[in-house]
Nanobody, 126 residues
Framework: QVRLVESGGGSAQAGGSLRLSCAAS????????MGWFRQAPGKERESVAA???????MYVESVKGRFTISQDNPKKTLYLQMNSLKPEDTGMYYCAAEFIPCGPWWRLGGAGFGDWGQGTQVTVSS
């Protein structure tokens, strides 16, 4: 079991920026897929972005060009830089990890990811 701790959430105006961080206690295998997910009140959890151990990044269409996922391997930390925020970006954001290579399954709202953080709230006002 890997412990994941998110930070960096908060409130922002539409058009603003926030940066989320996710610190992992360990990497239990050299190959992994790490992702960011979000859940708005009354809605299902949705995938946002993912990155694999080779640094290949993946995004859902709604955040392409606005969000950037990155990682600092020595620090075992995952980041999500969110720019040009919109009110519809509001939600609880979670990071998750699974120690196998990423595949199309990363888009399934988190199914297949075994390790999760506690979440950090992002609120974007218009």
């Amino acid at each position: 079991q890997v412990r994941l701790v998110e930070s960096g959430g908060g409130s922002a105006q539409a058009g603003g920026s926030l940066r989320l961080s996710c610190a992992a206690s360990a990497y239990t295998a050299p190959n992994y897929c790490m992702g960011w997910f979000r859940q708005a009140p009354g809605k299902e959890r949705e995938s946002v972005a993912a990155i694999d151990s080779d640094g290949v990044t993946m995004y859902v269409e709604s955040v392409k060009g606005r969000f950037t996922i990155s990682q600092d391997n020595p620090k075992k930390t995952l980041y999500l830089q969110m720019n040009s925020l919109k009110p519809e970006d509001t939600g609880m954001y979670y990071c998750a990890a699974e120690f196998i290579p990423c595949g199309p399954w990363w888009r399934l709202g988190g199914a297949g990811f075994g390790d999760w953080g506690q979440g950090t709230q992002v609120t974007v006002s218009s």
